[in-house]
């Protein structure tokens, strides 16, 4: 997937793009199916909310094969590179859970700010790129995003270590505000298998799920090679240490390997 | 304000109905002013959250004038009558927050469910109504209603002291489930002055709010006068003990209420 030259100001403009289906429901199927395995099994590298409800699961693309081919997928890494002007390596990949009833809040914050202070990553030259595994909808915990939040810098921020499971650098309310007041706020919905990227400095949020309806997300954070992290303080399998660039896979590796995986459980 | 036939129709399919902007913003902004008074008092009629923040303020209609019109204003009090067929008195009398950032959930309910059970109120003959006094967006935990739920009388609830400062029957998840199934969930949104008036079986709840912006909304309780309460428990400024039928006031009464009062204020 090439991001067009007005994609591509709309990005540095607004800060984030938007690719609604931009995966087939069976490319995802065989995602979701793999998804609640890992969330099933009781790995360090699955973490929980409160309730004991799956909160993210890390590093997935290194223990499950569909992961695997999602995190060299051209759909995800090419627009990216496009960006950066060069090859990437994967910084982190999370899945999301934003469980039915239980999941829980995500404070404003922005990412860059964790990757700066926790890995001492030189420049925001990464971001995630986030592919819906469910249906977002207004009601069940759409992520959150300030447009045009992403040209002033990092701003300050506080360890919250209370509010959830996951420990974050958040932004004031002041601060939230202020930016709402100048750029809005955005939450883009959709089917399962859009796709939406983002600046690594966009304020971003998003509410608890108190709704029947689960909303999976995956986060690739694709990080400039030359950008890599100085000074990591968090262990391998949150933030990598591999900075191996990737090398795409064929754009139908995903469906291949779901038309496999579902033949080969037929027989 | 009259229910033509169709919408009466349409309330007892579908559990509610909406009205876009039933009152203007000259009388809302009166009432906005006003909470914002209440809520900065400490009298026990206002409840907050954990972080502080106001949660709900109960009975302002027995010590405010702005709200004790809006407590006797026909276009609320005329279509529940038509719906019960009797005259109203006042049940409870609520303002309910959702605080910018702080306002937390109110788990999936039915009100009559506590009306029963805590105040001994023998049928379902007393409802809701609900005026926004903030826009109520998709974003800042607006109202979430399942349809037709209201069908099949109490569900089974399990009494919440733990979730929120405010002591909840809430239903399992596999019931919202089953039910969100049947009917879906709606999430009526729309500008200060709107509407909702849905009926008192009807699952309903809310989602915290993270954004800058509020979401306060004035709950009526109207009940059917023959249906009033026959074993109290909770103090009578939650559920009044004041069955005396209501006369609604004029249709223009909070506009001159608002006239006046910003007038003398300028004086």
């Known amino acids: 997937m090439k991001l067009t030259q007005e994609q591509i100001e709309q990005f540095w403009a607004e800060g984030y793009l938007f690719f609604p289906e931009a995966f087939a429901e069976e490319e995802i199927a065989i995602l979701r199916d793999e998804a609640e395995r890992i969330y099933a099994t009781d790995r360090k590298e699955v973490w929980r909310e409160k309730t004991g409800a799956p909160r993210t699961a890390f590093a997935a693309h290194t223990y499950n094969e569909a992961f695997r081919i999602l995190g060299t997928h051209p759909r995800l890494i090419e627009p990216l590179e496009q960006i950066f002007g060069e090859p990437l390596y994967m910084h982190q990949f999370k899945i999301n859970a934003k469980a039915a009833f239980e999941g829980d809040v995500w404070q404003w914050h922005q990412d860059y700010g964790t990757w700066a202070r926790d890995d001492g990553m030189p420049e925001p030259r990464a971001m995630n790129i ?42 004031d309310k002041e601060t939230v505000t202020r930016l709402a007041k100048e750029g809005g706020i955005v939450a883009p919905t959709g089917k399962p298998g859009s796709v939406l990227m983002f600046h690594g400095n966009l304020v971003h949020g998003s509410a608890p799920n108190i709704t029947p309806y689960p909303r999976r997300i995956v986060y690739l954070t694709l990080c400039a090679v030359s ?33 496999n995986h579902y033949q080969t459980a037929a027989e």
């Open 130 to 171: 986030a592919v819906f595994m469910d249906e977002v909808m207004p009601i069940n915990g759409p992520l959150m995003l300030i447009p045009r939040s992403h040209k002033a810098g990092v701003f300050e921020a506080g360890h919250d270590l209370e509010t959830t499971s996951y420990p974050l650098w958040t932004l």
């Open 227 to 259: 950008n890599y992290i100085r000074k990591p303080t968090r262990p391998e399998w949150i933030a990598h240490q591999d900075f191996t660039p990737i090398t795409p896979v064929p754009d139908d590796a995903l469906l291949r390997c779901a038309r």
